[in-house]
């Protein structure tokens, strides 16, 4: 598997403050610094020299709450950054991303077994698999598998997606994963232009459908009546 890493910039602003006759000068940026951290948050702290009704020069600190789904994981001692990036596992089979709230793993393979691994922050594991692509008239219900996972290999892009290519049977099309700070998604790039005619399907009515195998624990059961007819 191939890795590419992606190269960061970083923005510097400068205020010019200009008075007469003197030269201009640079004034540093204000400063925000993160104080506290939470789940989906994170609490800024900035100290400003202000003046004071007497004319003193007073510090003032100012805090504002910056908001982010999966904005810090918790690493079993405090909260920290979120970093959404796929690294290739010790024994070169799989890649994984462990510095976000819900942990990824997904083997060189797609159609091993329990090739995509999903840990909730709550510790349950979900294990997924792309099984299929089929083809579904919603008026008479017909259904058609056109594409089944085939042995395939996988390569990271630009540290955050991971992409399988010609992962089917039947059909040219690939499998594309992407990994950001509060989400994980799956998704199908068409290779080929599909038109439901070729498998004597009607073009009007018919979906496409994607099949993934999810494994995990078994559900709890409810009972709960919606109403109870009293008489």
């Known amino acids: 598997m191939k890795n590419s890493l ?16 003197a030269q201009t ?24 020299l202000e003046s004071s009704p007497t004319g003193q020069s007073v510090p003032i600190v ?11 994981y918790f690493d079993g001692t405090e909260w920290q950054a979120s970093d959404p990036v796929f690294q290739i596992g010790a024994d070169g089979q799989s890649v994984y991303a462990d510095k976000v709230q819900m942990p990824v793993r997904i083997m060189a393979n797609l159609a091993a077994s329990n090739s995509v691994t999903i840990t909730s922050p709550d510790g349950i594991v ?8 089929a083809l579904y008239d919603q008026v008479s219900g017909d259904s058609q598998v056109i594409g089944e996972i085939t ?19 039947g059909i040219s099309a690939d499998v594309l994963f992407t990994l950001q700070k509060g989400s ?6 068409w290779e080929q232009n599909i038109n439901p005619a070729d498998y004597n399907f009607p073009t ?22 919606l109403y109870v007819e009293t008489n």
């Open 151 to 169: 042995n395939c290999s996988g390569t990271v892009f630009g540290d955050d997606q991971v992409a399988f290519t010609n992962c089917f049977n």
């Open 126 to 133: 979900l294990n997924a698999t792309p099984v299929a692509i």
């Open 204 to 225: 009007n009515t018919t979906w496409i459908q994607i099949f993934t195998a999810i494994n995990g624990p078994t559900p709890q059961e409810i009972a709960r009546p």
């Open 25 to 48: 000068a640079n004034v540093p940026a204000p400063v925000w610094s993160v104080v506290s951290r939470s789940a989906d948050a994170d609490v800024l702290a900035q100290t400003n």
């Open 184 to 189: 994980f998604s799956q998704d199908i790039v």
């Open 62 to 72: 100012h805090h504002v709450t910056r908001i982010s789904s999966g904005e810090n």
């Open 6 to 21: 992606g190269l960061g910039s970083s923005l510097f602003f400068t205020i010019l403050v200009a008075t007469c006759g």
